[in-house]
């Protein structure tokens, strides 16, 4: 079923039902979801932080700017300093993940993504129940690396945001790995270095065991805000487990990319619409 305008409150009950009255809930988030909570990368907020960057190396999006060859190690730093203190240590403009924490705090849920901003541990999400696939904007690896450990970036990563001019961070602030003393990196799944640490396993082998528990039961499988850079990761899987599962329902919530197969359509929900204003209709629906 295709949400429109016109049944809106029949389809927003359908869909409270059915988040009430499941056995458990998986939630699939991608970087839709964040961006509904506040966290674009491009436009006036993109301007606003990155205006020097910007002006110098006609930026157009944070995302695109986190690949750009900086010239030197204290101009990459000054640059990724902001990128993550921005989208991990500040506050969400909304309370998107706080809506959908409510909907979630009572049910037997768990969350897969591939968003690395921690928004969901900071609106109240269990730890043991989220599984970051991706990465971390709060974690550092070695940047070879060396080996297979990640460490917390908060301290230095707000020295370098308050101790930067002139888009350069102090030299003495270059983070190195303990080890073997080469540049650090983020802990970001961009290529064959990525670091799965000890963390990132034990959160895997959770999400693997609630996965198990599904079974056959009345599960929903939300999808929310996921794109169409990796759908081997949360969407083709979700479409598949709903496959094998008759008494499971495919959610997907999203701006764009609203599809599903023909073989789950009759116990799929395709929801076109903005992700914060949905949540809110389903917990203002009595």
């Keep these: 079923m295709v949400f429109n305008k016109i049944d809106n409150k029949t389809f927003i009950q359908g ?18 979801l964040s961006t509904a909570a506040g966290f674009t990368y491009d436009g006036k907020r993109f301007e606003t932080y990155f205006k020097d960057f910007i002006k110098k190396y006609q930026l157009t999006d944070m995302y695109s700017a986190g690949f750009y060859p900086y010239v030197s190690l204290e101009e990459y730093w000054a640059y990724w300093s902001r990128h993550i203190y921005y989208n991990r240590y500040v506050d969400a403009l909304n309370n998107t993940y706080e809506l959908l924490y409510q909907l979630m705090k009572d049910k037997d849920y768990f969350v897969l993504t591939t968003n690395v901003d921690h928004q969901f541990q900071k609106s109240g999400f269990d730890k043991q129940r989220l599984f ?34 002139h888009m350069k961070i102090p030299t003495s602030l270059i983070p190195r790995c303990p080890k073997c003393h080469e540049p650090m990196s983020m802990n970001l799944r961009c290529d064959q270095t990525f670091v799965q640490d000890e963390g990132w396993y034990a959160a895997q082998c959770r999400f693997e065991q609630f996965l198990k528990r599904c079974g056959d039961r009345y599960v929903v499988y939300l999808e929310l805000g996921v794109g169409g850079n990796t759908p081997s990761i949360i969407k083709y899987p979700f479409w598949k487990l709903t496959s094998s599962n008759e008494k499971a329902i495919y959610v997907c919530i999203n701006q764009n990319e609203i599809v599903c197969p023909k073989e789950i359509q009759q116990r799929s929900i395709l929801i076109p619409a903005d992700i914060h204003q949905v949540l809110q209709d389903i917990l203002d629906e009595e």
């Design 15 to 32: 869909l409270k039902q059915h988040l009430e009255n499941c056995d458990m809930i998986l939630i699939g988030a991608g970087s839709g």
């Design 132 to 165: 970051y696939t991706q990465g971390d904007y709060g974690l550092w690896q070695c940047a070879k690396p060396c080996h297979q450990r990640t460490y917390d970036n908060e301290s230095v990563v707000k020295n370098m945001i308050t101790q930067q001019k």
